[in-house]
């Protein structure tokens, strides 16, 4: 187990303060320390852990594992007072008046993050929960005092029941390693997860250690060998240098085992890590390692060069060693190591040379790289288009994002300006379509308030309540809106299944057929085929949307019957340049629809007019919803070559008269303008464009060049 475990009887107070001076030399930032430590003494008296030691031996613990990691003294002292505010008779006022604001924020962060519930049941809530205690921690040693916490409370998990251990470990492994990895904590990242196998796959966890054991004597004489010829190479070539052993942590060998390799493959169990003085001394020693020792091809990394997003650099080499073993080497200066090791803990810390803290710069730069972490979301869960995801991330990633609380405590995490219908969806889809009111702080508020940090938020519903469509301009959530779109999505099939089998009965009453009859399972399946449709549902659908007719339907069963029976529809001796071909029908009277204006390549459909022939729409126009079954199939004739009337809504950001360079794009595109008008309002102006495109592929083309202009907001095509 990592050098890092400590018994309980061995911490003392002096002990503390002891290790602390080995880097604070500032005594009045010791005597805080001390001060620190009596008022949670005091605060404490009388109270035992599970594990039967006073409880004061819990944040002295957690004191020394911040310690270890070169944490400065207001983490130290939070870390000795981190569970009075929670669990004793102690104010924030109190609090603040003893130790001042920082030391007491630092105490208050941590309570907040003991309240959230946490859970491990996806990988989403995992993520999720990730995020959440980043988001909530304006200081990043709030985290850091809760990751010590966690670390001591793992060392002394045998005092709870197993279930509870094994619900805790998960915590650990799942949730915050990974944070202490992401801080570039290595101390507590490798111990928490060695602990947590310990508790999860105990067989496991002492199998690996036992052959650790039974392989040390061997290990150990070769990893001294190589370190003598190592250390003689570099000190004939001038360079002082340090070097270790490094030992492989028991979970590592764990990760490896379990992606099918064998004890005796994992070469890195013979390890060394070299310390130099300066960066160019890491890049001579990696040559003259390079020149003596063959290296492994592919396995050498430069983390000097580029470091990874928690600020490690290392050089990283496997080189085949004496006797043909195989050596995994690092290769870093003196102040790698210590990031390295103690992650960003250490960049609030005291030097021992001068006593100066860490520039500004490198802390600003630690806060840059934490909000990229706290930028952790799984968008891809969610079924958006790459705007609408885009959009996501600028809006609701990239800002600052709010924190609400349920009444029963657990953390909720929303987009700034977010509402009670965000909140509601966010706990459960069947949450938020059910809403019928929002209580926050004990006040009731409309759905289209706007939440703050912090609030108290509860949801009343009522299992007999559906969406309104006025919600989807009420949340801030683009998730949130896409659930109330798919909602209405949902719906608008039902009701179109219904009006299918609604039409389809109809029209067999009125030609006298036996509805269960026709309807016989062995019908079902060859109108299915016939339509190219999977099951009843879906023909339906096909029937209530106008994919498919009424009559189309009748005829797959009954030749006799004719597919369409279009009444008064007169026969021209010409079409529109036979530019539409009616199924069924060689010449017809057809119209191209003025409220949706098809271009050729457009998804269409007919509709049998009472004296006008056959009018022809977009399948999305939503003239087609007050349409009964008096629709067709229609589709374009391949053999055409004229142009089509269409009109765009094009918006712009800002009130300047663009229509000059509009004319212009459209111009290049060799498309012909019919008309070109402006509607503006007090912030942005619109134009209406009428123009003639060859077809679907052209006007889409003119779409993307209107939008490379900055001045553009959206184009978007006009149903009237």
């Known amino acids: 187990m990592s050098s890092l475990s400590k018994n309980k009887e061995e911490v003392t107070i002096e002990e503390i303060i002891s290790k602390a001076r080995e880097y604070i030399e500032d005594e009045e930032q010791i005597h805080t320390i001390e001060k620190a430590y009596l008022f949670a ?30 944490a400065d003294y207001e983490t130290i002292s939070a870390g000795l007072l981190h569970d009075v505010l929670e669990d004793c008779d102690c104010t924030m006022e109190e609090m603040e008046e003893a130790f001042g604001t920082s030391i007491a924020k630092l105490v208050q962060g941590v ?91 105990p067989d496991v966890f002492y199998d690996i250690a036992e052959k650790l054991n039974k392989t040390k004597l061997e290990r150990d004489k070769t990893v001294y060998d190589m370190q003598t010829e190592v250390t003689d190479l570099l000190n004939e070539h001038h360079i002082p240098h340090e070097i270790k052993g490094r030992a492989k942590s028991i979970y590592s060998i764990y990760n490896k085992l379990d992606k ?110 934490l909000q990229f972490f706290k930028s952790i979301i799984d968008l891809s869960h969610e079924k958006m288009s790459n705007e609408d995801f885009v959009n996501t991330v600028k809006e609701e990633v990239l800002n600052n994002n709010i924190y609400c609380y349920t009444p029963k405590g657990d953390v909720i995490e929303l987009p700034k300006g977010a509402t009670p219908l965000d909140f509601a969806y966010h706990i459960h889809t069947k949450v938020g379509e059910t809403t019928v009111g929002a209580i926050v702080n004990n006040n009731i508020v409309p759905l289209n308030y706007e939440l703050h940090n912090n609030d108290i938020v509860k949801i009343n519903t009522n299992k007999n309540s559906t969406p309104s469509k006025e919600w989807i301009h009420m949340v801030k959530s683009t998730a949130t809106r896409n659930k109330i779109k798919s909602f209405f999505t949902k719906n608008d099939r039902e009701i179109y299944i219904e009006r299918g089998k609604y039409a389809l009965e109809k029209e067999l009453r009125k030609k006298k057929y036996s509805i ?67 199924s069924g029908i ?32 977009r399948m999305n126009c939503h003239n087609l919803e007050m349409l009964e079954d008096r629709t067709l199939e229609v589709k374009w004739n391949t053999n055409i070559n004229k142009r089509y009337l269409t009109c765009l809504l094009i918006y712009t950001n800002d009130l300047e008269n663009h229509m000059l360079e509009l004319i212009q794009t459209v111009s290049l595109m060799n498309v012909s303008v019919d008309s070109i008008k402006t509607v503006s309002d007090d912030k942005t102006m619109v134009f209406e464009l009428s123009c003639y495109v060859t077809g679907l592929e052209q006007l889409n083309k003119l779409m993307n060049s209107i939008m490379k202009n900055t001045y553009i907001e959206k184009v978007e095509r006009e149903f009237r």
């Not at 109270?47 to 004191?63: C, D, L, T, W």
């Not at 279930?163 to 915050?176: G, M, P, S, T, Y």
């Not at 119209?591 to 056959?614: E, F, R």
């Open 111 to 201: 309570s907040k993050l003991s309240k959230i519930n946490f859970s491990t049941e996806n990988e989403y809530l995992i993520d999720y929960y990730k995020k959440i205690i980043v988001g909530m921690s304006e200081d990043v040693r709030v985290i850091i005092i809760k990751l010590a916490d966690r670390l001591h409370n793992m060392r002394t998990l045998w005092a709870i029941p197993p279930e509870r251990q094994k619900v805790k470990a998960r915590e650990a492994l799942e949730i915050l390693a990974p944070i202490a990895h992401h801080l570039g904590i290595h101390k507590i990242k490798s111990e928490l997860e060695d602990l947590s196998l310990r508790y999860l796959k």
């Open 516 to 582: 269960s009859e026709f309807m016989s399972d062995e019908n079902i399946k060859k109108i299915c085929e016939a339509i190219k449709v999977e099951d009843l549902d879906e023909l339906y659908l096909s029937l209530g949307n106008g994919k498919a007719t009424v009559n189309g339907v009748i005829h797959v069963i009954d030749k006799n019957e004719e597919t369409v029976k279009p009444k008064n529809v007169k026969i021209s001796s010409k079409s529109i340049d036979a530019d539409i071909v009616v």
């Open 260 to 369: 099918g390799k064998k004890f005796n493959d994992i070469y890195d169990l013979l390890a060394l890590r070299i310390l130099v003085n300066t960066e160019q001394e890491c890049y001579l020693a990696l040559g003259l390692i390079h020149s003596k020792f063959r290296p492994l091809p592919k396995r050498f990394k430069d983390y000097v060069a580029m470091p990874k997003p928690n600020m490690y650099q290392s050089l990283h080499t496997t080189v085949f060693g004496i006797n043909g073993y195989l050596f995994e080497i690092q290769i870093r200066t003196y102040d790698m190591d210590e990031v390295a090791e103690n992650g960003i803990a250490s960049h609030w810390a005291y030097k021992e040379n001068g006593g100066s803290k860490v520039g500004a710069n490198l802390q600003s730069t630690t806060e840059q790289k």
């Open 586 to 617: 060689d010449k017809v009277k057809v119209n191209l629809a003025n409220c949706c204006n098809p271009v050729y390549g457009d998804s269409i459909i007919g509709y049998i007019t009472k004296g006008n022939g056959i009018t022809v729409h």
């Open 41 to 70: 003494r005091e605060k404490h008296e009388g109270q035992f852990r599970k594990s039967g030691e006073a409880y004061i031996y819990h944040p002295m613990n957690v004191a020394l594992i911040l310690i270890s990691v070169y």
